[in-house]
């Protein structure tokens, strides 16, 4: 299957786009969202001294995801052999160093990755501590060997591309394992397999509830699911009641953890799937984690209608449009790599 540049850009955007509408209300409950924006909460990017809406370390983890994808399958080409996870995590490693972490010289060889070019992603955007702690540690966790019982959601607002580049039942492992480098309880990468199984589904061809539906099918197949099964069955019973969107998420929880920040994305994207911009709106405005509601939000229905179907003027705020299509352009390249010139690929 030739897979389509509209979703891949929607995916990518779509996701940075629903980071950058949380990220001023991440911290505030749905209460002090009213004080400051009124009663119907935040409606609109909120732009910087720079003249751009900022994305948060959701989107700055997302696109070193990528570009570890991108350096695996390019060495898998080459050397015909390749752990993804491992290239993932040195990835990963190199978002550290964006962070004010400093060099480690056994792992000098790996800073060499194009996005360390782009100076823009050396800010602070409060990244998530467990994301911080795993990674400098220097042990790369896993499924089998977890190196944490945390299931934070920092596993899960970094996987989609996973859900972009492999085919569905590839993804959900992948993109799992992806997560696990840095939250090893199971419904923090379950969370993150199970988003980039839906992604997969929709670039598929398949209709959202149809995907949603097959997903949770999917989750079956794994060791310790029914929280995250549970959660997704409530979400999609949520999606088709009269009631009331803020009292909805509020029985899904605050999406800090990996399982409630699907649902409720999950939830948003279903009750609208026509509205992209309705959709990320009520993603953030609530009591919880908005800037991850928001990014995976996004990234499911940027993927699901397509970047023509995104508002074009939060497209043009979006802090690093530009780097944000250029990479949702090399993943689909990548992808359909008959065509490819190997010397092109990011880090490289």
């Not at 962070?99 to 360390?116: K, N, S």
């Not at 039942?169 to 199984?197: Q, R, V, W």
């Not at 079956?220 to 997704?232: A, K, R």
């Not at 229905?301 to 003027?313: M, N």
Request: proline residues 3%.
């Amino acid at each position: 299957m030739k897979r389509n540049q509209d979703s891949f850009r929607g995916c990518l955007l779509g996701g940075a786009i629903g980071d950058a509408l949380g990220w001023p209300v991440e911290f505030m409950s749905l209460d002090e969202i009213h004080h400051r924006y009124g009663l119907e909460g935040i409606q609109d990017l909120q732009i910087s001294s720079s003249g751009k809406a900022e994305i948060t370390d959701d989107t700055q983890m997302t696109l070193f995801t990528v570009e570890g994808m991108l350096r695996a399958e390019t060495r898998g080409v080459l050397k015909g052999i390749c752990h993804p996870p491992s290239v993932v995590f040195h990835a990963y490693q190199r978002w550290l160093l964006t962070q004010g972490y400093p060099r480690v010289i056994e792992y000098e060889w790996i800073y060499d990755g194009w996005l360390l070019k782009v100076k823009e992603l050396f800010e602070q955007r409060a990244p998530g501590n467990t994301c911080l702690s795993a990674l400098n540690s220097r042990i790369q966790g896993s499924i089998e060997e977890p190196i944490n019982d945390s299931k934070g959601c920092g596993g899960i607002m970094r996987v989609a591309p996973a859900g972009l580049f492999y085919r569905k039942e590839k993804s959900f492992d992948m993109a799992a394992k992806f997560a696990a480098l840095t939250h090893g309880h199971p419904s923090g990468y379950l969370s993150a397999g199970a988003l980039a199984y839906l992604i997969a589904s929709i670039i598929e061809g398949q209709d959202l509830e149809t995907a949603v539906k097959n997903t949770m099918f999917e989750l079956e197949n794994y060791d310790y699911h029914n929280e995250c099964s549970q959660i997704l069955k409530k979400a999609l019973e949520l999606s088709i009641r009269n009631l009331a969107d803020i009292d909805a998420i509020t029985e899904l929880g605050e999406g800090w953890v990996g399982e409630e920040a699907l649902a409720i994305s999950v939830y948003c994207a279903l009750k609208y799937q026509d509205d992209f911009k309705k959709a990320l709106i009520v993603a953030v405005n609530h009591n919880g984690d908005s800037d991850s509601t928001g990014a995976i939000t996004g990234n499911i229905l940027g993927a699901f209608l397509g970047f023509g179907k995104i508002p074009e003027e939060w497209i043009n705020l979006v802090e690093l449009k530009d780097l944000l299509i250029q990479v949702a352009d090399d993943l689909l390249v990548e992808y359909n790599r008959d065509n490819v010139n190997l010397e092109w690929y990011p880090g490289h």
